[in-house]
C-alpha cells in the first residue's frame, strides 16, 4: 500500500514539474522616452529590423497605452495597478511580477533602469544589475549602478568594448537568461532599457551613420512618417494626421544654423533608437540560439510617448562626448508622436499611447503580422503573466496589504479573440488627466477644461466634442474623481476641478547659449 502511495506521488510530482516546465519564459522590453511613430514597423526611417522581425511574426497593438511618465508607467508595468494606487515608487500596495512568478517558481531577473524606491531585489527579483535613477550618463553611468544589491563601478570597458550603458543592459540580460536556463526553470527577464531617454549620447560612428537623414525637418518627418503609417496599415485610411503643435515653429521659419543643430540631435536620437533594436537583436538571438525563442513570450513597450522637455546643457559638446548633456524639444517629439498630439506627461494620445509588440511562437494563435486595434494597457501584463505561469495574484506580502488587480490578461487577443475589454481606462499624471470608456475620451492638458474625443471616429483627437455632450463629459467626469479619490487615493492640488478654458501649453526653450538649467 505503501509502495503504491509512493509511487502515486511520484507520478505526481513528475506531472507538477513537466507542467511547471510547460510554462513560457516571459522576456519584458521596456524602451525609455520612444514616441508611437520611433520604430520601423509603426512608421519610422530608423531601421529597426530586429523590432521589425517580432511584429512581422506576432501581433502588433494600435491602441496600447502607458501613464505617460516613467516612473509611474514602471509601477502600472509591475503591478497591474494604477500608480498612485499601488503606492507608486514605494510599491507599498502592490505586488511585483517578479514576487508573483517567484512564488509560482520562476526564475526572475532584471536588467536595465528602476527609478523606484530601494531595489529590484527587495522586490522579487532574484538578480538585478542596472541603475536606479530615472536617467543615467550612458558612457559613464553614476553611482546608482547596483549589481544583485550591491554597489557596482562602472567600468571604461565592458565585455571587450568602450562601455555603453544599451550594450551593457543587454550584456547583463543574457547573462541572467543564461543563469536561468541553467537553474531549469522558466524565467521571467524584465529589461528597461534607459534608450533613447535623454541625455541624446552615442558612439561617433554610430551618430555618422544617421548625418544628413534629418536635414528635410520635422515638418515633412511627419508627413512621410504618416504616409507610412498608412501605408503599414496601422491606421484607417481616413484617419488625420494631426496639426503641428502651436509652439512648434515651422521648419522653414529656422536659420540654416539652427535647422543644422536641430538635424545633429535628431540623427543622435536616431542612433540610440538603431542601438536599441540592436541590442533587443542580441537578446532575441541568444534566445534562438539556447532553444528557447519559440517557448518565450516576447513583449515590448514605451513607458511614454517621445518627449518635449528641453534641458540641453553644452550644446556644442559632441554626443559622443561623455560631458555632452543634449536633448531634444517638442519639435521633434511632435514628429516622434506621429500622427497623435503632445507627449510626455501629457494624457493626450501622443502621451500615453504607445508601440507594443508581442512574440510568442508557441502560445500566439493569432496570424503572424496581425495588427489589432482592441484597447489595452501596462496594468495588464500581471494580468497576462498570472494567466500563462499559473501563478496567484496575492493579497498581502510581508506588511504590504495588496489592492485588487486592476488589468485584465491579454492572452484572449494572443488568442486571436475579441476580448472583453476594459469598461473604463484612467490616467492621471500631475495636472493632466484623462478617462476613457468604450472609444469615448475626456481629456484635460495642466487644469484646462475637459475635452471629448470619439476615437473612433476621430483617432488622432481632431475633434472636440465636448460642447456638443455636456451631459456626456459630465458623467465622465464623476467617474474620474470617483477612482482619483477612493481607489487611487488622491489629494489636494490633484482633485483641482478644471478650468473653463483650455490651458495654453509651450514646451520649448532657447538653448542657444549652451546651457539651460534643469
Avoid at 338 to 366: D, V
Avoid at 446 to 471: C, H, I, S, V
Wanted: with cysteine; aromatic share 12%; proline share 5%.
Amino acid at each position: 500500500m505503501l509502495r503504491a502511495t509512493l509511487a502515486s506521488l511520484l507520478i505526481l510530482i513528475t506531472a507538477l514539474t513537466t507542467q511547471a516546465d510547460d510554462r513560457p519564459n516571459i522576456v519584458l522590453i521596456m524602451a525609455d522616452d520612444l514616441g508611437f511613430s520611433d520604430i520601423g514597423c509603426y512608421g519610422s526611417e530608423i531601421p529597426t529590423p530586429n523590432l521589425d522581425s517580432l511584429a512581422e511574426n506576432g501581433l502588433r497593438f494600435t491602441q496600447f497605452y502607458n501613464t505617460s511618465k516613467c516612473h509611474s508607467s514602471r509601477v502600472s508595468l509591475l503591478t497591474g495597478l494604477y500608480c498612485d494606487q499601488a503606492g507608486s515608487e514605494s510599491l507599498s500596495r502592490g505586488s511585483t511580477i517578479a514576487e508573483v512568478l517567484k512564488e509560482a517558481g520562476y526564475f526572475t531577473a532584471m536588467s536595465g533602469k528602476w527609478h523606484l524606491s530601494k531595489q529590484p531585489t527587495d522586490f522579487g527579483f532574484d538578480r538585478y544589475w542596472g541603475h536606479l535613477s530615472g536617467a543615467t550618463n550612458f558612457f559613464i553611468g553614476d553611482d546608482t549602478f547596483r549589481y544583485n544589491g550591491e554597489h557596482y563601478d562602472v567600468p571604461k570597458t565592458l565585455n571587450g568594448r568602450p562601455f555603453y550603458t544599451t550594450h551593457a543592459i543587454a550584456d547583463f540580460a543574457i547573462e541572467f537568461i543564461d543563469e536561468g536556463i541553467a537553474a531549469n526553470k522558466p524565467f521571467l527577464m524584465y529589461i528597461p532599457f534607459n534608450a533613447p531617454h535623454y541625455p541624446l549620447q552615442a558612439p561617433e560612428a554610430d551618430v555618422k551613420r544617421h548625418l544628413g537623414n534629418y536635414d528635410g525637418g520635422w515638418d515633412a518627418l511627419r508627413k512621410t512618417r504618416f504616409a507610412k503609417q498608412l501605408e503599414l496599415g496601422l491606421f484607417p485610411e481616413d484617419t488625420q494626421l494631426s496639426k503641428r503643435s502651436d509652439h512648434v515653429p515651422a521648419w522653414k521659419s529656422l536659420s540654416e544654423e539652427d535647422r543644422t543643430w536641430e538635424a545633429k540631435r535628431m540623427a543622435v536620437f536616431a542612433a540610440m533608437v538603431d542601438l536599441l533594436d540592436q541590442n533587443i537583436g542580441r537578446v532575441v538571438k541568444h534566445l534562438e540560439e539556447k532553444n528557447e525563442l519559440d517557448n518565450t513570450l516576447i513583449l515590448f513597450c514605451s513607458d511614454n510617448g517621445a518627449c518635449p522637455f528641453e534641458r540641453t546643457q553644452g550644446r556644442f559638446k559632441a554626443p559622443w562626448d561623455p560631458e555632452s548633456y543634449w536633448l531634444y524639444d517638442a519639435s521633434w517629439a511632435n514628429a516622434g508622436n506621429t500622427p497623435f498630439r503632445l507627449y510626455k506627461q501629457n494624457q493626450h494620445e501622443g502621451g500615453i499611447c504607445s508601440p507594443m509588440i508581442a512574440h510568442w511562437p508557441n502560445g500566439l494563435k493569432a496570424k503572424p503580422g496581425t495588427i489589432t486595434t482592441q484597447t489595452a494597457h501596462l496594468v495588464d501584463f500581471m494580468a497576462t503573466f498570472l494567466d500563462v505561469a499559473d501563478a496567484r495574484y496575492p493579497q498581502q506580502i510581508g506588511e504590504r496589504k495588496i489592492d485588487p488587480l486592476v488589468g485584465k490578461s491579454l492572452v484572449p487577443i494572443f488568442e486571436g479573440q475579441q476580448r472583453d475589454a476594459h469598461a473604463t481606462l484612467y490616467f492621471h499624471f500631475g495636472t493632466d488627466r484623462a478617462l476613457r470608456q468604450g472609444p469615448w475620451k475626456i481629456v484635460s492638458a495642466k487644469l484646462g477644461r475637459w475635452e471629448l474625443y470619439n476615437l473612433e471616429k476621430d483617432r488622432t483627437e481632431m475633434n472636440d466634442l465636448a460642447k456638443q455632450f455636456p451631459a456626456r463629459v459630465k458623467a465622465m467626469e464623476e467617474v474620474w474623481f470617483d477612482i482619483a479619490k477612493n481607489q487611487e487615493r488622491l489629494k489636494g492640488k490633484h482633485l483641482l476641478p478644471v478650468k473653463n478654458t483650455i490651458t495654453k501649453l509651450n514646451f520649448r526653450k532657447d538653448t542657444s547659449s549652451g546651457r539651460v538649467e534643469n
